[in-house]
């Protein structure tokens, strides 16, 4: 199970259900932390409409996604602290 939210971190857990049916599960989520910036050409220029995406490294944080603005700036929260690339 994976639960997630605009402007939240993730939350999974392991779950099963048998023929009698399921328990409650509880999924936690975090407030995420936020990553922002500017995406430029080689003359310094903000370039708009391009996808951003943050990955985690190790593979355990989750990722984010933004779409520049016209001036080149980005803005993605609910991420996980960590390394991204």
């Given at each position: 199970?994976r639960?997630?939210?605009?402007?939240?971190g993730?939350?999974t857990?392991?779950?099963?259900?048998?023929t009698?049916?399921?328990?409650?599960l509880?999924?936690?989520?975090?407030?995420?932390?936020a990553?922002?910036?500017?995406v430029v050409?080689?003359?310094?220029?903000?370039?708009?409409?391009?996808q951003?995406?943050?990955?985690?490294s190790?593979?355990?944080?989750?990722s984010?996604?933004?779409?520049?603005?016209?001036d080149?700036?980005?803005?993605?929260?609910?991420?996980?602290?960590?390394?991204?690339g």
């Open positions: 199970m639960a997630s939210a605009d402007d939240y993730s939350a857990a392991d779950a099963s259900v048998g009698g049916g399921g328990s409650d509880t999924l936690s989520l975090g407030r995420g932390l990553l922002s910036g500017t050409d080689a003359r310094g220029h903000g370039i708009g409409g391009l951003v995406i943050a990955e985690s190790g593979g355990q944080g989750g984010g996604y933004a779409m520049t603005r016209q080149g700036t980005f803005s993605m929260a609910g991420l996980t602290a960590g390394g991204y």
